[in-house]
């Protein structure tokens, strides 16, 4: 449940932290504030039962005493407040009243002004704050007492509706503000991320700018070294097997012509066949790394009609095998990407399919929900009707210059350069191939490109 509920992105993290702190906080803010309006509204209720009731005392003590039981009955008195004269202190069924009480009630009642003679000689409080009652007991200089009881409103902290709004529009001022603050703080993160993305899909992309604060510029500066270190290394790579590649091709020639001065017709043939066999390894290696320096601006296509040319002209080149090249999918999908090289990754899958499985049955299949192909990934599938690969060859396939069993039509099979050279390129798009055994029979190639 934990899990689920803690958000996987640093900014929805950062965000749900903030939150959940400003919520703590004001949270306290709330209690201290509500603590502190209850004291002063206890401090209020205590001053003006106080008032009234030396009021009341006043008028009374200054009253003869055969008369103050009618003046007591026509003074008004406030809401919630009765007064009575007795000849015993206060005998309601209520304890004494909690300290705190009594000191705030004592403290407030104004006796000063008056000359001792005329002070009340015993005051009692009686009191309990779940009944919301008080009852006071004065004994007069005389010896009566003057009992009043009056009820206690409750506590209401949060009367004012205004601070209420205004407690509101702050806390949602500053929620939106520490939103604004994470997304701003983590929108390197996601710029890095980006080119992290774009770096994969293509080693030249452009640098990161060293703009903003201390951390992101450094961070973009790391990232940009580690880029040019990456592209530094690939065409080094690149360079180097051009090169032996473009080395060979003269020592492969000079072969070529001396074995033709060997009278063995048989040892004579083997040794052209080899040497036409390296030939095209090296003239692969030359278009590979070719494909790998050149710079192809990224374009949109149609990627339906780019595979429906790679059928035909595959058909072109093996007229025995076009009925069985089979296009399903969409008239047309627009994709970005370079066309050249999508091409050559196409046709490479589509002539081995054709070479090793006698067929090649393309289908294309959009993203959406409610198709095979993941969200946001292009799916294309490319089926045969071989004999299959062996499963513990299913990734050495990819290996450079790895060619399949003999009983892959050997005779008919190239250097074992196309696959690579076609996942090489997929990869550079952001996509990936990956090769299957169809259940059926022969081999089902998925390639995946991002939409």
């Not at 409610?370 to 499963?391: C, F, L, N, S």
Request: proline share 9%; no cysteine; hydrophobic share 50%.
């Amino acid at each position: 449940m934990t899990l689920r509920l803690w958000p996987r992105s640093l900014a929805a993290r950062t965000a749900l932290v903030l939150l959940v702190g400003l919520a703590v906080v004001q949270g306290a803010g709330l209690t201290i504030h509500a603590l502190d309006r209850i004291d002063l509204l206890r401090l209020e209720q205590a001053r003006g039962l106080a008032f009234r009731v030396m009021a009341i005392y006043r008028t009374v003590e200054a009253t003869a005493p055969d008369e103050r039981a009618r003046e007591l009955r026509e003074l008004p008195h406030a809401p919630g407040l009765h007064a009575a004269l007795a000849e015993t202190p206060p005998l309601a069924p209520l304890p004494p009243a909690p300290f705190w009480v009594q000191r705030l009630l004592r403290v407030n009642l104004n006796l000063e002004p008056l000359p001792p003679r005329l002070r009340p000689r015993r005051v009692e409080i009686l009191g309990s704050l779940a009944r919301r009652r008080v009852v006071l007991g004065l004994l007069l200089p005389d010896g009566a007492w003057l009992n009043v009881t009056a009820d206690v409103p409750p506590l209401r902290p949060w009367r004012s509706p205004a601070f209420l709004w205004a407690f509101a529009l702050m806390t949602a001022a500053a929620a939106a503000l520490s939103l604004w603050a994470v997304r701003r703080l983590t929108a390197p993160v996601r710029t890095l991320a980006q080119a992290a993305e774009a770096l994969g899909r293509d080693v030249n992309a452009p640098p990161l700018p060293e703009t903003g604060p201390l951390e992101v510029a450094t961070a973009a500066a790391a990232f940009n070294t580690m880029a040019a270190r990456i592209r530094r290394f690939v065409q080094d790579r690149t360079d180097l097997l051009t090169a032996i590649g473009h080395d060979l091709r003269t020592p492969i020639t000079r072969l070529k012509l001396r074995a033709e001065f060997v009278e063995d017709e048989e040892q004579r043939r083997k040794i052209l066949v080899d040497l036409e066999e390296l030939e095209a390894m090296v003239a692969a290696t030359l278009a590979f790394g070719r494909d790998a320096r050149d710079g192809e601006p990224v374009v949109a296509l149609d990627l339906a009609e780019l595979l429906r040319t790679v059928l035909d002209e595959a058909a072109d080149a093996r007229p025995e095998a076009a009925e069985r090249l089979a296009y399903e999918g969409p008239a047309h999908l627009i994709l970005r990407a370079r066309t050249l090289g999508l091409k050559r990754a196409f046709a490479n899958l589509v002539s081995n399919a054709v070479a090793y499985g006698g067929a090649a049955r393309l289908r294309l299949i959009p993203p959406g929900p409610d198709r095979a192909a993941p969200g946001g990934m292009i799916t294309v599938e490319i089926e045969d009707d071989g004999p299959g690969i062996p499963p513990e060859q299913l990734a050495l396939v990819f290996e450079p210059f790895h060619r399949g069993e003999p009983s892959r039509n050997r005779e008919t099979g190239g250097v074992g350069l196309g696959l690579p050279i076609a996942r090489n390129i997929l990869r550079a798009h952001g996509g990936d191939v990956v090769l299957a055994n169809h259940p059926a029979g022969g081999v089902k190639a998925t390639v995946h490109l991002p939409a």
